[in-house]
């Protein structure tokens, strides 16, 4: 069963004495816990997460105010903060320690400028290896583009740590002061990042109550898909894997032709016979025009939602969505949205996910 780190505890090693008391040999390093996904140990520290995720995205514009306050300011005096801040909230970056890993992977604060981050105008590029070799190839498009420059290069890493970045933090959400964490900065990056993508995708999708099954589950796919690009949940594949994709698409894109061409012509078929039910005006007619009318309708619909499945597989096939789905993205959000289209749940989360995230719905 899928299990995860959830605690730690220190473990004494040593020998009974001659009055029975434990002679300490040695103290080891902390050792993990396993908790499976669906305990109650699990569950209550999700709920802690995405309440807080929550209670932090609900001031995501706030903090991003007072960032753009603080970079207008003369005054400002822990300008390296204040950069972090804004690439926490703005890009979903992991903060990550001052030196690389052994592996050559870096977060925030190992980032050198002219190295892993470069300015061109008004974009700040990067280009790094992120957590798990991931590469992190993107750009952020920002008036403060030149300052951020001006700082980064001076110092040639940012000038700030993780104490300094809660500090900030805390003051602007007191309600977070020492539960602040970076990694809960991505979860509420996660969730403002789905709230706004999911109403868009409506928008883009014209997802109603009465729209298929299928079109809701696409739109919520594409917002998922919104959380996993910010978040740079790139998925690592290699060539061979690469070209049977291609070949697994071009396939699934000839099939798709074939289904185009079936569709067209039963369309046409029912086109002919509501033109001659209409010449002929024969009792029931009408009933009978309607109905061939929202079978074209249903046939052509479904096969547009097939078309866009497969474009927005082709799109996205370099980023992965389980994980945004299933650790950073708070199911009450999820469940929300669901109820507002009536959209079952069970067609979003997996049997274990619904069992898992069972308290987390609202």
């Not at 052994?102 to 470069?118: A, F, I, Q, R, Y």
């Not at 951020?148 to 805390?170: A, C, R, V």
Request: glycine content about 6%; aromatic content about 8%.
């Amino acid at each position: 069963p899928e299990s995860h780190h959830c605690a730690d505890y220190p473990s004494i090693v040593g020998v009974p004495g001659p009055d029975g008391k434990m002679i300490k040999v040695y103290s080891s390093t902390r050792k993990k816990i396993m908790f499976s996904a669906k305990s109650s140990v699990k569950t209550e520290g999700q709920m802690k997460k995405y309440d807080a995720g929550a209670e932090l995205g609900e001031s995501y514009g706030k903090i991003l105010e007072t960032v753009k306050n603080d970079f207008n300011s003369k005054k400002v005096k822990d300008l390296g903060t204040v950069i972090a801040v804004f690439l926490l909230f703005e890009k979903g970056i992991r903060i990550g320690e001052k030196k690389a890993t052994t592996n050559g992977t870096k977060g925030l604060l190992s980032l050198v400028w002219g190295k892993d981050v470069k300015r061109s105008g008004n974009k700040i590029k990067f280009d790094f290896l992120g957590k798990d070799s991931v590469h992190d190839v993107s750009e952020i498009e920002t008036e403060f583009a030149a300052k951020i420059e001006e700082h980064w290069k001076e110092f040639g890493q940012l000038k700030t740590d993780k104490n300094d970045i809660k500090s900030y933090i805390g003051a602007i959400v007191p309600e977070l002061d020492g539960i602040f964490s970076p990694k809960l900065a991505r979860t509420a990056v996660a969730a403002y990042t789905m709230t706004n993508a999911l109403e868009e995708a409506v928008k883009k999708f014209h997802v109603t109550k009465d729209s298929p099954i299928a079109l809701k589950k696409l739109a919520f796919e594409e917002a998922n898909m919104e959380v996993a690009k910010r978040l740079n949940h790139q998925r690592g594949v290699n060539k061979v894997a690469e070209e049977k994709r291609k070949a697994k698409f071009a396939e699934k894109e000839e099939n798709l032709k074939e289904r185009e061409a079936k569709v067209e012509e039963t369309i046409a078929k029912r086109e002919a016979k509501i033109k001659a039910l209409k010449a002929a005006k024969k009792e029931g007619w009408k009933d009978k025009v309607k109905k061939l009318q929202e079978q074209n309708e249903n046939t052509k619909q479904k096969y547009d939602i097939a078309k866009m499945n497969l474009n927005q597989k082709e799109k996205t096939q370099n980023f992965t969505a389980s994980t945004s789905k299933g650790a950073y993205i708070d199911p009450a959000i999820v469940s929300k949205w669901c109820r507002k289209i009536d959209m079952p749940l069970e067609r979003i989360y997996s049997k274990t996910q619904m069992e898992q995230f069972e308290k987390l719905f609202k």
